[in-house]
């Protein structure tokens, strides 16, 4: 059954005594030993860059899952001041939602690098579900480099698939065949009530503080908190008294 989830605040020697004859069979049978064990050396290498390169992203350290239904996997990704993920795979399309004011560097295998400004709430799609990549990314930037990486979990939307929402402060950024994702822009004090939906829906706030309401569960969330929503759930968003806010909602199919 499906949950609502809510996250509010991760080498031998053979030296003996031996004849002229015999120390160079030695010295013959080292230096066959000393390339052997290179070339072990060597191959445990390769192997190691080969696994290296297979790792998938739920097994990249810098990437936590932080939850996993039918509809998405969420991973909250974190890299240090000069610090460089480990070679991992992604194989999902995704929504990438970064949550830092960051300059990055990202190499996809094959490719040259690629630099990188981005701001709390830039969003991205990749379709890695249709086209895999292995990459690596670093932080070239002070602050930690914040991110989100929404992965699609189901592969084709239900047939009686919601329609794209038509809210006044509800900004469509960008519409795939299995999500569409909004920029919500909430005044002080504001409020939507949004109808029940064959679509479940993931709100991330950016800034500020945000209310999330349904089915009785009250959502308070700061800044990078998540709720997600079953389908079927009237929602109510509610602004902050006191100061606005901005958060991304997803609307998957």
Known sequence: ?????????????????????????????????????????????????IAAAQISVREEPHH??????EYVRIFDGQVSRGDTTIMHTHTAN?????????????QNVGENPVITKVNPGD?????FGDHPVKHIVWNQSIPLLHFMVIEQAKIKPDDDS???LAEAGITLALSQKMINVYNMDIKKGRRWLLPKSTCAFLLINISGMVRVVYDGIIC????????????????????????????VLLELK
């Open 220 to 247: 308070n969330l700061q800044a990078n908190d998540f709720v997600f929503i079953p389908p079927q759930r009237e929602i109510q968003i509610d602004g902050n008294n006191y100061e606005g806010s901005r958060s």
């Open 162 to 164: 919601c329609s794209i």
């Open 1 to 49: 059954m499906l949950i609502s989830f809510c996250k509010s605040r991760f080498g031998d020697r053979y030296y003996n005594n031996y004849d002229l004859m015999g120390m160079k069979i030695n010295k013959f049978l080292l230096k066959r030993t000393k390339i052997i064990w290179v070339s072990l050396f060597l191959s445990a290498i390769a192997c190691f860059h």
């Open 94 to 106: 995704s929504v990438v939602l970064f949550l830092s004011k960051s300059t990055f560097g990202i």
């Open 64 to 69: 936590k899952m932080l939850l996993e239904n």
């Open 123 to 127: 969003i991205i799609y990749r379709d």
